[in-house]
């Protein structure tokens, strides 16, 4: 019988959760709403009502070996999502425990979803073969996952690794975390807006993105009007890209990976945003370091990634 793992991500508007073969294959995907559910009791009791249509849809094809869960704020170690600014539940939701009463699999497994992400490219995508890498997730947020000699970066805590929340300027724009100047304040989707808005105030040329406002603009309105050639667009991408830049050369000193991968919708930009990062990437390496870092992205499917992840977390775990 062939194996499969199901690996799920867990969203601020909903939970979406697949069937995965070690080929990287997703059989099946479903979803049910994450913030709908009123406490974290309620919501785990519709999970495990899915998971299980799952297993009693596919039992007889396949052997389901194991969980893997991502989500924000995902402790490793404790099974445990951990205070997560995006989600209704409040406090220590103890997801791991939960699923184990109801489900007897060899591996039920949690982590953050950039870890889940980086562990996705390492069994599935280009980082295949690497032992010393960093993920970095650009969307809402900013997330990383960071890869030595083969293994995640956890911490003696589990929360290794926020490279998202290292800081770009102490005295920068206020943060979700309580501070100034994260690095996910200049380089999120969010952050480009606001890159945007401050361009729009200084420069004098003439934009198609005057007028809209800022609930209203999107990443993707940015990256269209700098496709046309839009000097505040192109200014926002290009400051964008020195931020992320400066700060991923600090990373590089800290494990002096093979490669940095960069995932999310602002990755989906292309050379508007990974010229500029491995320009000056370069520019700020230490000479020790200096072209030896590739900076490459995802080849994890943009609408596959998260399930991919999550259930790479079991496929590590079982050796393949």
Not at 152 to 170: K, R
Request: aromatic fraction near 8%; hydrophobic fraction near 40%.
């Amino acid at each position: 019988m062939k194996q499969a793992a199901l690996g799920i991500d867990i969203g601020g508007t909903n939970t979406v959760m697949g069937l995965v073969d070690k080929d990287g294959l997703v059989i099946k995907e479903t979803s049910i709403p994450t913030k709908t559910h009123p406490d974290y009791t309620i919501y785990m009791n519709s999970l495990c009502d899915a998971i299980q249509n799952l297993v009693d849809t596919y039992k007889s094809q396949f052997e389901i070996i194991g969980i893997g869960v991502g989500a924000p704020n995902g402790n490793y170690y404790n099974g445990t999502i951990e205070f997560a600014p995006n989600l209704k539940f409040e406090g220590i939701v103890p997801v791991v425990d939960y699923l184990k009463k109801s489900f007897d699999f060899p591996y039920i497994i949690l982590t953050n979803d950039a870890n889940a992400a980086a562990i996705g490219e390492m069994i599935y995508g280009g980082a295949k073969g690497m032992k010393d890498f960093i993920m970095i997730t650009l969307g809402t947020g900013v997330g990383s996952g960071i890869v030595v000699n083969g293994e995640m970066v956890y911490g003696h805590d589990g929360f290794a690794g926020e490279i998202g929340h290292t800081i770009f300027d102490p005295n920068g724009r206020d943060c979700g975390c309580g501070r100034k100047g994260c690095l996910e304040t200049y380089t999120s989707a969010p952050g480009l807006k606001r890159t945007v808005f401050e361009l729009l105030s200084v420069m004098v040329d003439p934009s198609e993105l005057r007028g809209i406002s800022f609930n209203d603009l999107s990443a993707l309105q940015i990256d269209k009007a700098a496709r046309n050639g839009d000097a505040i667009a192109l200014e926002a991408f290009e400051y964008t890209g020195e931020v992320l830049g400066i700060k991923l050369a600090d990373a590089v000193a800290h494990t002096s990976p093979e490669a940095i991968f960069l995932f999310g919708g602002l990755a989906q930009a292309g050379d508007l945003i990974f010229e500029p990062v491995k320009r000056n990437l370069e520019d700020n390496l230490l000479n020790i370091y200096k072209n030896k870092v590739k900076v490459l992205p995802s080849e994890l499917p943009p609408g596959e990634a998260a399930v991919l992840g999550a259930s790479a977390l079991v496929w590590k775990e079982f050796g393949v």
